[in-house]
């Protein structure tokens, strides 16, 4: 059975850093594209950056240059690394799987919630 | 720059049918798109995706009240016999290499 679960999620304060965890099951991470997706309070999903299986990394403007992506293959899980954290940034982030051969996601984790506040 | 569009809101009544609608930027009218659900207080979840020709395919799990249609760069979600489960937040999501792009989400209220 595929899953995504989230975690590593806290409070953290202005210019503080985090980094959260994407742990797979029923599937390699280095094979399919993975994505991070947050939802704001009260807001709807926004799309914050992607893996591809072959390596590369994008990420959405509101968080380039401050994020970045790693990989743990024996623990078979994705790092988000937050860097320079803003107050704007407090969502709920969700890690998502994408479908092998098109760019839409298939499998949602449950979520992990970051604070960012003084 | 790719977008897509979606009505804030939404309602209908129990047992009814509701459409609701995507619509994809100028210059993108063929891109496949996918709908997710997403009840309250949690996760979203995977519905379909929808071809340009209004081909779709379904998630696991997913019944067959939901189905998926596409007119030009218009791309919808239908949901038939409608349940007090339905009422949720519904968001169309597409992409592009480098790019996941999601529209604003409709909320559906069933009456």
């Known amino acids: 059975e595929v899953q995504v679960v989230e975690s590593g999620g806290g409070l953290v304060q202005p210019g503080g850093s985090l980094r959260i965890s994407c742990a797979a099951s029923g599937f390699t991470v280095t094979s399919y594209y993975i994505s991070w997706v947050r939802q704001a309070p009260g807001k709807g999903l926004e799309w914050v950056s992607v893996?591809?299986?072959?390596?590369?990394?994008y990420f959405a403007d509101s968080v380039q240059g401050r994020f970045s992506i790693s990989i743990d293959n024996s623990k078979n899980t994705l790092y988000l690394q937050m860097n320079s954290l803003r107050t704007e940034d407090t969502a709920m982030y969700y890690c998502?799987?994408?479908?092998?051969?098109?760019?839409?996601?298939?499998?949602w984790g449950q979520g992990t919630l970051l604070t960012v506040s003084s | 720059q790719l977008m897509v569009t979606q009505s804030p809101s939404a309602s209908a009544s129990l047992g009814a049918s509701v459409k609701l609608t995507c619509t994809l930027t100028s210059g993108h009218s063929n891109y496949v798109i996918a709908w997710h659900q997403q009840r309250p207080e949690k996760g979203p979840r995977f519905l379909m995706k929808?071809?340009?020709?209004?081909?779709?395919t379904k998630g696991d799990g997913i019944p067959d009240r939901f189905s998926g249609s596409s007119s030009g760069a218009e791309r919808y979600l239908t949901i038939s016999s409608l349940q007090s489960e339905d009422e949720a937040d519904y968001y169309c999501q597409t992409w592009d290499t480098g790019i996941r792009v999601f529209g604003g989400g409709t909320k559906l209220t069933v009456l």
């Open positions: 893996f591809y299986r072959g390596g590369s990394t």
């Open positions: 998502a799987r994408e479908n092998v051969q098109l760019g839409f996601f298939e499998y």
């Open positions: 929808v071809n340009s020709d209004g081909s779709h």
